[in-house]
């Protein structure tokens, strides 16, 4: 009997043991989720402190958290006049302080929306107040701007200046790289006055200046292609000369060694593009070639024939 009543005495203790200590009611899904999203909300700051912060950050000079800061206030604070305006402002000086007009334009663009949002909810008593900051923001909009389509205006008047001092300096150009860098240049203006149509007096100037310039690219074109043919026909007269003096010379071997006759007409009239040469020109190279033709051996004939029609001819550049 002891034994039995000291063993219920132990299951009656666990039991109790078990039931204060480690049972936990049954909690639902929804009852847990609540649970932890109240453990995981983050607290709102007030006014207050999201202005001291701001303030602190402006002394120590991080602009750009400032800004953040104030963002952030008007989410949780949207009807802050306070955040407003300092939010407003520092854009403002944003804008003064970049050197580029599109960054300019975005901070405006910001402070407008900020404005706006604010109105909405601040409701009709923030309104005057509001049109104020707005216009404000608005005027440097079109001021920025307005200096941006001055600027532009500038840039085109430039270009077309330079466009008509090229003109000028082509009608007395003579060298070919030098006109060649030339009709670049007024190729890469024109593809930038593409873009950006001039206004009417201005258009007017280029369209003058261009059609003078069309007229004087072909002239000159013409010019650096006759004098380039000039020059490639005298050049081939002397290859021809210097072939016929060479083959006058060494008759003997080159009427019979095929090798050695092919290899000296590869090396100087292989490369002739008849299709430059004048008519005179033209004649003597059929003299000279055929007047070695007739000279030479029937194999001989064939090498040649073949280093003629095989080997590259020149191509001019004009």
Known sequence: MVILLIINLGLTGYLLYKTVFFDHPVVSGEQARSSLEAHLRVHVETETNFLRAVDNALKSGRVLEAELILKSCLV?????????????????????????????????????????????????????????????????????????????????????????????????????????????????????????????????RYNKAREEMDKLAARKGEEIRNKNLSEYNSAAVERLSEMLDDFNKNEKVYSKSAGDFAAVIKETIGTINTHYLSAEVLTYFNYVYGFVFSLVEDDVKYEITKVMTDTPKDVLKC
Not at 123 to 152: F, Y
Not at 155 to 167: C, G, H, I, Q, T
């Open 76 to 204: 949780h604070h949207p009807n802050s006049s306070r955040a407003l305006e300092q939010y407003v402002n520092l854009l403002v000086m944003k804008t003064e302080k970049s050197s580029v007009d599109i960054e300019k334009l975005v901070a405006l663009h910001e402070a407008e929306k900020a404005i706006l949002r604010y109105v909405e909810i601040a409701g009709p008593k923030a309104v005057n107040r509001a049109m104020e900051d707005l216009e404000r923001v608005r005027k440097k909009d079109e001021d920025i701007r307005e200096k941006m389509d001055q600027k532009r205006q500038e840039e085109k008047e430039e270009r077309v200046s330079e466009f008509e001092d090229l003109v000028k300096k082509l009608r007395t150009a003579e060298e070919e790289t030098e006109i060649r860098d030339m009709l670049a240049t007024a190729c890469g203006i024109e593809e930038e006055l593409l873009d950006e149509q001039p206004e009417r007096e201005l258009r007017e």
